[in-house]
């Protein structure tokens, strides 16, 4: 069966300092895999997707990027966190081409505060 | 334009009893998905329940119903004999392009606070 893994769960960071998170997904190959982040109280805002190794699309410009090193590895990273970033940050996955899937899996979350 | 509006930010439902959550979506896409998603505290999204554009059935899983109302682009949640673990945030969800989109980005609503009390 497929999984799907976020780390850290939690992370207290101060502004300006880097930024890593990783998103690996087990039990599936060729993923289409996606970083969303949510603001307290909000809905999911879509920050990066990927349909492939080093394919990487953003959808909303802002101090962060994103990384796909391997088929099943995606990682946000930021070079300066501003206080904005804070947030929950899901990552998620989905068949890819030709996949019967249609709904995207979502990892636990990492819950970033930055002060 | 919001592609999906969920208009109740908080409903409450008596244990036993059933509730539906609003969700209105936008798209000139005539092939397109719609999801439901719950979110206990706990953070994690949890896949419902999906209804395709070209369905001609509402989607059923267990307790959960989706009415689609493809004319007015509606696509509510029933949940049936709420029970006290129901208790969450909803998300209702879509992706515009069929099955076979190559991206399957989702568009999320704001989400509805679902509160059940004994």
């Known amino acids: 069966s497929q999984t799907i893994h976020q780390w850290p769960a939690t992370l207290v960071q101060p502004v300006g300092s880097p930024l890593s998170l990783e998103c690996t997904v087990e039990?599936?190959?060729?993923?289409?895999l996606y970083w969303y982040r949510q603001a307290a109280g909000r809905g999911l805002q879509l920050l990066f997707y990927?349909?492939?190794?080093?394919?990487i699309s953003s959808e909303v410009p802002q101090n962060l990027s994103a990384s796909r090193p391997q088929d099943r590895q995606f990682i946000l990273s930021s070079k300066k966190l501003l206080l904005s970033d804070s947030g929950f940050y899901l990552c998620a996955w989905r068949g890819g081409r030709g996949s019967s899937y249609n709904e995207q899996f979502f990892g636990p979350g990492t819950r970033l505060t930055v002060l | 334009a919001q592609k999906i509006t969920q208009t109740q930010p908080g409903m409450f439902v008596q244990e036993k009893e059933a509730v539906t959550l609003d969700c209105t979506y936008d798209t000139s896409d005539p092939s397109y998905g719609l999801f439901w998603y719950k979110q206990p505290s706990s953070g994690e999204m949890i896949f419902l329940i999906y209804?395709?554009?070209?369905?001609?059935q509402n989607a059923t899983e267990g307790r959960y119903s989706l009415n689609f109302q493809k004319a007015r682009k509606s696509a509510n949640l029933v949940i049936s004999a709420s029970q006290l673990g129901d208790s969450a945030m909803y998300f209702c969800?879509?992706?515009?392009?069929?099955?076979?989109?190559?991206?399957?980005?989702?568009?999320f609503g704001r989400g509805t606070q679902l509160t059940v009390w004994p």
């Open positions: 039990g599936t190959s060729n993923p289409n």
């Open positions: 209804q395709g554009s070209y369905d001609q």
């Open positions: 969800a879509m992706r515009e392009g069929g099955r076979g989109s190559t991206l399957g980005r989702l568009y």
């Open positions: 990927s349909v492939g190794i080093g394919q």
